[in-house]
């Protein structure tokens, strides 16, 4: 047991993760969230066979199976005449070769299944971190009601505005990428004509492409419609959405497209932003983790399967360890984080060209290359088969 005390700035999916995998190790971990009442967005989320085998080790392989949906393939389809690119194996498949499932999520049922593994009390919601200051032999986190925590580490998994990250290296903004997101739910039996497949769909055309997979069991198709769009003016990063605005960039796309769309309620507009990646996470006894260090466009599906392992890889790093060996353990974190999750920042970006390819000679190329596949790609199975918590530098591929 290192009982080192340990603040996580951040109750999202990297911070919750990040306290299981600490509070595993022996460390005494309280979590502090800015909102009183914390929940996610009403959209899906994938995570991967990298992330759930993590969480199968919490103890919440159960929790997590009762509340979600496997999805058999990743498949690829053609923006206008709907026809497949390419299919991928995920299903039992995927879970047998990786010894953890690929599965699909509501993202309340993913954070609340996290929060509520947290031991009592342990678990704050109101405490909003303004400040962040190093002490003699440990770190001071300040909240806006004036509050202190003192401990031997400070964990900064405070979202991709992160404070805790602005206290360490400055104000530098995330990069807008030109890339607009509108996400929602559509009822499930609104759809049932269409007889949808448990996939995860990805649509792929000129300057756009559209993804769509069932959450909750099956009751909800959620779908996420990625455009292109020049500025992001407004001051909120994200906003309601208006669902004919949505239609309108997908005009000419398949009739599949326009129903799902057309079964929706509501749907949020969210402006996509990363940054390239960072040269330091931490200071001190002062590091980050998940998008506070990390933010990536969603084109890999990874943003909060990383954040789950850098929990693991933080707790395993920091597992019996005393007070005077945190500044090395988070040294040594960060030096077998940064490397895989700055490649795949770069490739979900380097996903934003070739997901959007205008129909002609470099999207025919794409989409030969994508007919050819068989099984998984093999930039997909490094992902999915990576161990967080073994603590050796991997070659990047
Ligand atoms: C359209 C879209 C689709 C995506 N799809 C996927 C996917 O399929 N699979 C996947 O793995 N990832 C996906 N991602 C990425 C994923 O959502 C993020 O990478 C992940 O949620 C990051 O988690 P986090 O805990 O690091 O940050 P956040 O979820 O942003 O959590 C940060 C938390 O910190 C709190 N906070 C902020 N400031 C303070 C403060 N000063 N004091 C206290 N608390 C504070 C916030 O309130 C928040 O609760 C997607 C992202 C988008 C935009």
Request: hydrophobic share 40%; aromatic share 8%; glycine share 10%.
């Amino acid at each position: 047991m290192s009982g080192l005390k340990i603040t996580v700035v951040g109750g999202g999916i990297g911070g919750a993760a990040a306290a299981l995998a600490l509070t595993r190790a022996g460390c005494d971990v309280h979590v502090c969230e800015q909102v009183a009442s914390k929940t996610e967005v009403g959209a899906g989320i994938q995570v991967s066979p990298n992330a759930t085998r993590l969480l199968h080790r919490y103890g919440l392989a159960d929790a997590l199976r009762a509340r979600a949906v496997k999805p058999r393939h990743i498949e690829v389809r053609r923006w206008d005449d709907g026809r497949i690119l390419s299919r991928e194996e995920l299903g039992d498949v995927a879970e047998e070769a990786f010894g953890a499932p690929y599965y699909h999520f509501h993202r309340a049922d993913l954070l609340s299944i996290l929060s509520d593994a947290l031991p009592t009390g342990r678990a704050h919601s109101g405490r909003r971190c303004v400040d962040v200051v190093q002490t003699k032999d440990g770190a001071r986190t300040i909240f806006d009601d004036g509050s202190t925590i003192d401990s031997d580490v400070v964990v900064g998994a405070d979202g991709i505005h992160s404070v805790v990250r602005k206290i360490l290296f400055g104000d530098e903004r995330p990069r807008f990428s030109g890339n607009v997101a509108y996400r929602g739910l559509a009822p499930a039996d609104r759809l049932a004509h269409l007889r949808l497949r448990h996939n995860a769909t990805n649509w792929m055309g000129p300057g756009g492409h559209f993804v769509h997979y069932f959450v909750s069991g099956g009751r909800f198709v959620n779908f996420v419609a990625v455009s292109e769009q020049a500025k992001w003016e407004r001051e909120s990063w994200n906003d309601r959405g208006e669902i004919e605005d949505a239609k309108k960039c997908f005009a000419g796309w398949h009739p599949q497209i326009h129903e799902i769309l057309g079964a929706v309620d509501e749907t949020f507009k969210w402006a996509l932003f990363d940054r390239v990646p960072l040269s330091r996470w931490g200071v001190g006894r002062v590091t980050l983790l998940g998008d506070a260090c990390h933010p990536m466009l969603p084109y890999m599906a990874q943003g909060a399967a990383q954040s789950i392992e850098d929990g693991a890889t933080l707790a395993a790093c920091l597992a019996g360890i005393g007070p005077s060996g945190v500044i090395e353990a988070l040294t040594k974190y960060e030096e077998l984080r940064r490397p895989r999750t700055a490649a795949i920042q770069l490739a979900a970006r380097g996903n934003a060209v070739t997901f959007h390819l205008p129909d002609g000679a470099e999207q025919e190329k794409r989409d030969i290359e994508m007919s050819a596949r068989t099984g998984l790609s093999p930039r997909r199975a490094a992902i999915f088969g990576f161990d967080a918590e073994r603590l050796q530098i991997m070659p990047q591929s």
